[in-house]
């Protein structure tokens, strides 16, 4: 039968390294014993809140609830061709080992996702995204249990709803719980080198394979973003924002060269992180907070810091960035247990 573990200690479950508590924490090894923690959960009427790895939460008090943490850890072949294989990943396995298993079986695909911080549940709830490739672009099912229904779904690509850092998983977050992940990978795929300074980067490796390219880009993050075994971190705390070609033209007006994409006539996405730099919070720290020297968009847990301190930190930065900009940053990380979500 599954535990059910009480004032559960949440610190070693949450990539910042908030230490809170959970009043009840289970791990599931199965879609049955997810259901059972749900029912048992329903039953009693308390709050529940399904994560993996906690790498893109922040707690910003102790959850009065029931926190489950599923771990469901296989991987397995589901259709291969000639050119391509079609893996189904259950949602416990991490990230970064899925990654490392594809390239060492040289399946194209996952490369410019390395080192991302997380599980592959999380995956299609983020469209997690880095160097010009995003999870919807290789994902081809998501296999996911109905939190109203208590029925698993497979959920077409399409039927996901997939935008920006955005899924109907994550807009719906009470409803779907994510079982598994079903990737179309390629055997003979093509680098995507096509993302800031990557291909420069790229072109210095001796053999420039498909490990060559998951190692440029290990590389190339811990340069920019801190591990978070050392400094607590959710990655991309906000969002980077698109807006109105008025707006995007009176802050060139003002600054000059402004690094941007255009995403059609009238949407112009701007880099979070140069607003928030030009803003002035850049390597910026108040007491256990602060901005990561290289990449403001990250902002670090640099000792023993509350959830509601790193909350309130980032309350500041877009304050900061909304009234020098005119710009509404639109936070990345979700917020557990508070009011304003």
């Given at each position: 039968?599954?535990?059910?573990?009480?004032?559960?200690?949440?610190?070693?479950?949450?990539?910042?390294?908030?230490?809170?508590?959970?009043?009840?924490?289970?791990?599931?090894?199965?879609?049955?014993?997810?259901?059972?923690?749900?029912?048992?959960?329903?039953?009693?009427?308390?709050?529940?809140?399904?994560?993996?790895?906690?790498?893109?939460?922040?707690?910003?008090?102790?959850?009065?609830?029931?926190?489950?943490?599923?771990?469901?850890?296989?991987?397995?072949?589901?259709?291969?061709?000639?050119?391509?294989?079609?893996?189904?990943?259950?949602?416990?396995?991490n990230w970064d080992q899925f990654v490392s298993?594809?390239?060492?079986?040289?399946?194209?695909?996952?490369?410019?996702?390395?080192?991302?911080?997380?599980?592959?549940?999380?995956?299609?709830?983020?469209?997690?995204?880095?160097?010009?490739?995003?999870?919807?672009?290789?994902?081809?099912?998501?296999?996911?249990?109905?939190?109203?229904?208590?029925?698993?779904?497979?959920?077409?690509?399409?039927?996901?709803?997939?935008?920006?850092?955005?899924?109907?998983?994550?807009?719906?977050?009470?409803?779907?719980?994510?079982?598994?992940?079903?990737?179309?990978?390629?055997?003979?795929?093509?680098?995507?080198?096509?993302?800031?300074?990557?291909?420069?980067?790229?072109?210095?490796?001796?053999?420039?394979?498909?490990?060559?390219?998951?190692?440029?880009?290990?590389?190339?993050?811990?340069?920019?973003?801190?591990?978070?075994?050392?400094?607590?971190?959710?990655?991309?705390?906000?969002?980077?924002?698109?807006?109105?070609?008025?707006?995007?033209?009176?802050?060139?007006?003002?600054?000059?060269?402004?690094?941007?994409?255009?995403?059609?006539?009238?949407?112009?996405?701007?880099?979070?992180?140069?607003?928030?730099?030009?803003?002035?919070?850049?390597g910026k720290r108040h007491s256990n907070v602060?901005?990561?020297?290289?990449?403001?968009?990250?902002?670090?847990?640099?000792?023993?810091?509350?959830?509601?301190?790193?909350?309130?930190?980032?309350?500041?930065?877009?304050?900061?960035?909304?009234?020098?900009?005119?710009?509404?940053?639109?936070?990345?990380?979700?917020?557990?247990?508070?009011?304003?979500?």
């Amino acid at each position: 039968m599954l535990k059910i573990h009480k004032n559960h200690s949440l610190k070693n479950n949450n990539t910042f390294g908030v230490d809170i508590a959970s009043a009840y924490f289970a791990e599931p090894q199965s879609a049955d014993e997810i259901k059972f923690a749900l029912e048992y959960a329903q039953e009693r009427n308390w709050n529940y809140y399904v994560t993996g790895e906690g790498s893109n939460l922040l707690y910003v008090s102790d959850y009065d609830g029931l926190i489950i943490r599923p771990r469901l850890n296989n991987i397995a072949i589901s259709d291969e061709s000639a050119s391509e294989i079609l893996l189904n990943v259950q949602a416990g396995v991490n990230w970064d080992q899925f990654v490392s298993y594809c390239v060492s079986n040289n399946w194209y695909g996952t490369e410019n996702l390395s080192l991302i911080p997380g599980s592959v549940g999380a995956a299609p709830v983020q469209n997690i995204g880095a160097y010009g490739t995003e999870a919807k672009e290789i994902i081809e099912f998501v296999e996911a249990l109905d939190t109203r229904t208590m029925k698993i779904e497979l959920l077409s690509n399409n039927n996901c709803q997939f935008g920006y850092r955005d899924s109907i998983f994550k807009r719906s977050n009470d409803r779907y719980i994510v079982l598994g992940v079903t990737f179309r990978l390629q055997k003979n795929g093509t680098f995507r080198l096509d993302y800031g300074n990557l291909k420069e980067e790229f072109s210095r490796m001796p053999d420039q394979t498909l490990a060559d390219l998951r190692e440029t880009v290990i590389n190339i993050r811990r340069k920019k973003l801190p591990d978070p075994s050392l400094y607590g971190n959710a990655g991309s705390f906000f969002k980077n924002p698109v807006v109105h070609r008025n707006l995007f033209e009176s802050i060139r007006h003002r600054y000059g060269k402004v690094p941007h994409y255009e995403m059609n006539s009238a949407k112009i996405k701007i880099p979070a992180a140069w607003l928030i730099e030009k803003a002035g919070w850049k390597g910026k720290r108040h007491s256990n907070v602060g901005t990561w020297p290289t990449q403001p968009l990250v902002i670090v847990n640099y000792g023993n810091a509350s959830g509601i301190e790193i909350y309130e930190f980032s309350e500041m930065v877009r304050q900061s960035v909304l009234d020098t900009f005119n710009i509404h940053l639109l936070r990345e990380v979700t917020l557990i247990d508070i009011s304003e979500n």
